[in-house]
């Protein structure tokens, strides 16, 4: 039995399906996490697949500011997905609200409305960074079913300088970004 | 005899898939070639199974869940059949009735995307299935019989009898595995909920279920296609792999077109092919 659990377990990983929504970004994140898809990066070889369906996700990928409007969209794809899932905010508007931060209709970073696994810091962000970052969260979520602590994949919010200062696994330690 | 048989039951129901899920992996290493791109590994198929056969099952109501498991006995069942070497038309009818539950399973969900999917299978299935029996009477004509065993009896590849009806079966080969020009209902390059159509409100274990539904369907498809060539093992493997190359070729190739076009096309296409074919063995 515990074979078939190794595999599915191993399997997590190997095969993350993604779900891309977009809340009203500037585009620029959106297209980074577009160009993942293309064949220059060819994220099928992990066997990342781009669907459009949520019913089918195991990453949902958050780019843009959540706003009054759209959060409960997002909401809704989130509770859409089947466990196990995790969550990738791209960007600095899905991390904080980035220059958008303080509009009277922005509600903040992505975590204000759903758990976040892994922030994806940038504006934008490369899209190495984009798929450090969907490989990060499914380790997490794999070890969270593997019933592991995950402390040691916490990540921090990037523009919390102190904590960031600490050296925690990050994706900006694993690839540079610019922006 | 009934080792034998028991023998024959074992490899239809755990060799079949194993072979879908692998063949299903090259396609997808063969399509990202072609796109000059480096693909998935090669058991990513499997990967792919098991994560979703891990995932938290969330279901719209329970008579999806029994239409998932029906369309996967449908597929079992009707490679079951063709490894015992039984009736076609048996067969026929087995494939079509699993085919229909995933109809079913669609059209039970109010989601627009599942029902658009859900009508286009069933025009997709319109446009098959009649093919496919015009291919069995053709064999029937060559061989007089619908039997599998009998059929393999026969000393000369059918091939050479029926060369416009395996023209014909490749266009349901085509509809079948839901590739492009065909990929209405579903398709694995989906990246919109309406071209994922009748999969759209099946998730986790139940599009396992589904996904390995497909790759026995596949494997049914194939066999039918040996049967083209059954006097040689060679000859088989030649035809079935030439089959599967020019069928992922044109995938890439092709762009998806309108049911319309496909119901019209496939028919007329269809229809003379056979035709012609079915008089000239009339004729002989
Ligand atoms: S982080 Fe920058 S690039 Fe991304 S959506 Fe916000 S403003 Fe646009």
Same mark, same amino acid.
């Given at each position: 039995m515990s074979i078939i659990k190794d595999f599915i377990n191993k399997s997590r990983i190997k095969s993350p399906w993604i779900v891309h929504f977009d809340c009203g970004s500037c585009n620029g994140c959106d297209i980074e996490t577009l160009a993942v898809l293309t064949p220059l990066y060819d994220v099928e070889r992990f066997g990342i697949i781009n669907v459009g369906n949520p019913k089918h996700a195991d990453v949902l990928l958050v780019t843009g500011t959540v706003n009054y409007r759209n959060q409960h969209v997002l909401k809704t794809i989130y509770?859409?997905?089947?466990?196990?899932?995790? !969550? *990738?905010?791209?960007?600095?508007?899905?991390?904080?609200?980035?220059? &958008?931060? %303080?509009? /009277?209709?922005?509600?903040?970073?992505?975590?204000? !409305?759903?758990?976040? %696994?892994?922030?994806?810091?940038?504006?934008?962000?490369?899209?190495?960074?984009?798929? %450090?970052?969907? !490989?990060?969260?499914?380790?997490? &979520?794999? #070890?969270?079913?593997?019933?592991? %602590?995950?402390?040691?994949?916490?990540?921090?919010?990037p523009f919390d300088k102190k904590q960031a200062d600490q050296g925690a696994v990050n994706v900006q330690t694993t690839a540079t970004q610019e922006g | 005899m009934l080792a034998q048989y028991i023998m024959l039951v074992f490899v239809g129901l755990l060799i079949a898939p194993v072979a879908g899920g692998l063949i299903a992996g090259l396609d997808r290493r063969v399509t990202a070639r072609v796109q000059s791109r480096f693909g998935p590994p090669l058991l990513q198929p499997f990967y792919d199974v098991a994560k979703l056969l891990g995932k938290e099952s969330m279901i719209v109501n329970s008579w999806q869940v029994f239409c998932a498991y029906m369309y996967l006995l449908g597929a079992v069942?009707?490679?079951?059949?063709?490894?015992?070497?039984?009736?076609?038309?048996?067969?026929?009818?087995?494939?079509?009735?699993?085919?229909?539950? @995933? *109809?079913?399973?669609?059209?039970? #969900?109010?989601?627009? /995307?599942?029902?658009?999917? #859900?009508?286009?299978?069933?025009?997709?299935?319109?446009?098959?299935?009649?093919?496919?029996?015009?291919?069995?009477?053709?064999?029937?004509?060559?061989?007089?019989?619908?039997?599998?065993?009998?059929?393999?009896?026969?000393?000369?590849?059918?091939?050479?009898?029926?060369?416009?009806?395996?023209?014909?079966?490749?266009?349901?080969?085509?509809?079948?595995?839901?590739?492009?020009?065909?990929?209405?209902?579903?398709?694995?390059?989906?990246?919109?909920?309406?071209v994922k159509g009748v999969t759209t409100e099946f998730s986790g274990p139940y599009l396992a279920i589904i996904e390995v539904a497909h790759w026995y369907e596949t494997v049914l498809? @194939?066999?039918?296609?040996?049967?083209?060539?059954?006097?040689?093992?060679?000859?088989m493997l030649a035809l079935l792999l030439g089959t599967y190359f020019l069928e992922i070729l044109i995938d890439n190739t092709m762009a998806r077109l309108t049911w319309r076009w496909m119901l019209s096309y496939v028919w007329i296409v269809g229809l003379v092919l056979s035709v012609l074919n079915l008089s000239w063995l009339y004729a002989s």
């Amino acid at each position: 039995m515990s074979i078939i659990k190794d595999f599915i377990n191993k399997s997590r990983i190997k095969s993350p399906w993604i779900v891309h929504f977009d809340c009203g970004s500037c585009n620029g994140c959106d297209i980074e996490t577009l160009a993942v898809l293309t064949p220059l990066y060819d994220v099928e070889r992990f066997g990342i697949i781009n669907v459009g369906n949520p019913k089918h996700a195991d990453v949902l990928l958050v780019t843009g500011t959540v706003n009054y409007r759209n959060q409960h969209v997002l909401k809704t794809i989130y509770e859409q997905m089947p466990h196990p899932k995790a !969550v *990738v905010a791209i960007g600095a508007c899905g991390l904080s609200g980035g220059v &958008f931060r %303080d509009c /009277y209709n922005v509600v903040g970073g992505v975590d204000r !409305v759903i758990p976040v %696994d892994v922030y994806v810091p940038g504006c934008p962000p490369k899209p190495e960074a984009i798929i %450090d970052g969907v !490989v990060l969260g499914l380790e997490k &979520f794999a #070890a969270k079913a593997r019933g592991e %602590d995950v402390s040691r994949f916490e990540t921090r919010r990037p523009f919390d300088k102190k904590q960031a200062d600490q050296g925690a696994v990050n994706v900006q330690t694993t690839a540079t970004q610019e922006g | 005899m009934l080792a034998q048989y028991i023998m024959l039951v074992f490899v239809g129901l755990l060799i079949a898939p194993v072979a879908g899920g692998l063949i299903a992996g090259l396609d997808r290493r063969v399509t990202a070639r072609v796109q000059s791109r480096f693909g998935p590994p090669l058991l990513q198929p499997f990967y792919d199974v098991a994560k979703l056969l891990g995932k938290e099952s969330m279901i719209v109501n329970s008579w999806q869940v029994f239409c998932a498991y029906m369309y996967l006995l449908g597929a079992v069942l009707s490679v079951v059949l063709l490894f015992l070497q039984s009736d076609l038309l048996l067969l026929f009818f087995v494939q079509a009735i699993g085919a229909l539950f @995933l *109809v079913f399973g669609a059209m039970s #969900a109010p989601s627009p /995307y599942s029902q658009v999917g #859900a009508q286009r299978e069933l025009m997709q299935i319109l446009a098959y299935e009649p093919l496919l029996i015009l291919v069995f009477v053709g064999i029937y004509l060559a061989t007089g019989s619908f039997q599998i065993s009998e059929i393999l009896t026969h000393e000369q590849p059918l091939l050479f009898k029926l060369p416009l009806l395996f023209i014909v079966l490749g266009y349901a080969l085509t509809i079948k595995l839901r590739k492009s020009p065909f990929d209405f209902s579903t398709s694995h390059h989906a990246h919109q909920e309406l071209v994922k159509g009748v999969t759209t409100e099946f998730s986790g274990p139940y599009l396992a279920i589904i996904e390995v539904a497909h790759w026995y369907e596949t494997v049914l498809v @194939l066999g039918l296609v040996a049967l083209f060539w059954s006097t040689s093992l060679w000859g088989m493997l030649a035809l079935l792999l030439g089959t599967y190359f020019l069928e992922i070729l044109i995938d890439n190739t092709m762009a998806r077109l309108t049911w319309r076009w496909m119901l019209s096309y496939v028919w007329i296409v269809g229809l003379v092919l056979s035709v012609l074919n079915l008089s000239w063995l009339y004729a002989s």
